[in-house]
């Protein structure tokens, strides 16, 4: 890989180049942490948003939230009708990431565990849980203790709910590369019908999950490593 591209692929901001399709035909280290998080669709249509009326380069200042990102600035530009390139820029007030590893992993049962958190926090109150399993899921690669304490913060955000809502799922189409090489993603999500604002979660430091606040509902992102 030339000098130049591998500077790209390390820098801190996501970058992305679309075809005038709206696919993907690349996208840095930092935009593959983005994409795990917000879709393709959201992001084209964010660079269609931002590009001048005609071909060049437009940079514009901006006060944008996407789930746990806050960029101040968008850099768009395209020299044909062919692919259109996208740099977000992120605040400095923003936590990065830790990036994740296969390290301290062992095969577990993923359903096992989200019952056992269930268990262990119905006896603390008397919240109705509602499971929504995708069966097909194999049983993968986790940090099972460090998963568990994560999942039990998250149901104690919920204290006051009367059901929880909780699902684990396949996300279609959606990977995480991890020391190189890509990764499929379970999502854990757990909702309420009320709006939560999860203060306590966002200063959390997650180094094994990516965990995701948004006004209902907090989400666990794990790759799928068998």
């Given at each position: 890989m030339p000098l130049f591209e591998k500077w790209v692929d390390v820098d801190l901001n996501p970058v992305i180049t679309f075809t005038s399709s709206g696919r993907i035909a690349y996208s840095n280290s930092e935009a593959q942490f983005l994409l795990?998080?917000?879709?393709?669709?959201?992001?084209?249509?964010?660079?269609?948003?931002?590009?001048?009326?005609?071909?060049g380069i437009n940079t514009s200042y901006i006060d944008l939230q996407l789930k746990n990102y806050t960029f101040y600035a968008i850099t768009v530009m395209y020299e044909n009708d062919e692919e259109i390139h996208m740099k977000l820029y992120k605040s400095a007030t923003v936590k990065k990431d830790k990036k994740l590893t296969t390290s301290n992993t062992n095969t577990t049962n993923i359903f096992t565990l989200v019952d056992l958190s269930i268990s262990t926090n119905k006896t603390k109150s008397s919240i109705n849980y509602v499971k929504n399993y995708d069966p097909s899921i194999p049983e993968f690669k986790l940090n099972a203790s460090a998963f568990i304490k994560v999942l039990n913060q998250i149901f104690s955000s919920f204290h006051s709910s009367s059901t929880l809502y909780c699902s684990i799922l396949l996300k279609i189409g959606e990977y995480i590369r991890i020391e190189g090489k890509k990764y499929p993603l379970i999502s854990v999500e757990i909702s309420a019908d009320e709006k939560y604002s999860f203060d306590e979660l966002r200063t959390?430091?997650?180094?094994?999950?990516?965990?995701?606040?948004?006004?209902?509902?907090?989400?666990?992102?794990?790759?799928?490593?068998?």
């Open positions: 795990s998080r917000i879709s393709q669709k959201e992001l084209f249509d964010l660079s269609v948003q931002y590009a001048s009326q005609t071909y959390k430091e997650f180094e094994h999950f990516i965990v995701i606040c948004e006004l209902n509902k907090v989400t666990i992102d794990l790759p799928l490593i068998s």
